[in-house]
């Protein structure tokens, strides 16, 4: 459709939209750096305690492949009314009853984040809505495992829309331009708008649940949160959570498999000192 008549429609395609429960899809960046805002964000009590699980379940600000913004206030009033019936499912399946859940919600709120410390390179804070579930091995053994084993890094969430208004880059149409510049200045990623040179607004809408998902949700910006120790990649330069090893390939959780791979792997065996050779062990905690 032309922004012409996108907007002489717009009534129309909004009640459209309405109809569905909309599952957010994830947006997926390199695995989160841990940042003081998050950190502090919501307290809990033992960190150590594997079966808390800390989640970034939405990232506002960001144009998602439903063509929508979410803002600030999108979520809060449904938080605030409804933060107890908000639950933490298994890829938005909830025909199971108490199966499709794999552990119980204890706290759900919206946290102001740098961009940076989202992997996004741009300057100033966005808004996240961060959960922290205590995970239940009997509900999904399946599921509880694998965040144990940090294999789970996107979530996704279930909502209703409620309100939302147009956002246009033409000044031929007066309000839908001034909701376009009202927006646009504070998008992780502008280059999206640009290209579509529309989206939608959601002022408003009913949170019901948030999934670990097993693709790149519409909002990508959705990782657990790991309270691991930072690292100095000797590949990227990027501080990031300790190498791992995957079937003999070192990766770097940050830059990626096959750059971390070549950069510790392929160095010249008579470069290694000893020193060297404890490092590398140390890093990849064998």
Partial sequence: MTIDEIVKNKVELANIKKLAIKHCDSVSNSPLKESADIAKSIEIPNEDDKSLQKVIANTYYWLDSHEDVHVKGTFTKSIQENKRKIYHLDNHDSKNGYRSKVGNV???????????DLGINKNGKTICVIGVTELNEDYNKQVFDAYENGEIDQHSVGMVYLDMVLAVNDKNYP??????NDVYPLLGNPEEADSLGYFWIQKQAKLKEFSCVLWDGSNSLTPAIKNENMQTCDTCKTDTPNLVVDSGAIICKVCGTKKAEKSLLEQEPAAATQEDTTKFLSLIKI
């Fill in 106 to 116: 204890k706290d759900i709120q919206e946290i102001e984040v740098r961009w940076r």
């Fill in 175 to 180: 309000e839908e331009y001034k909701n376009w």
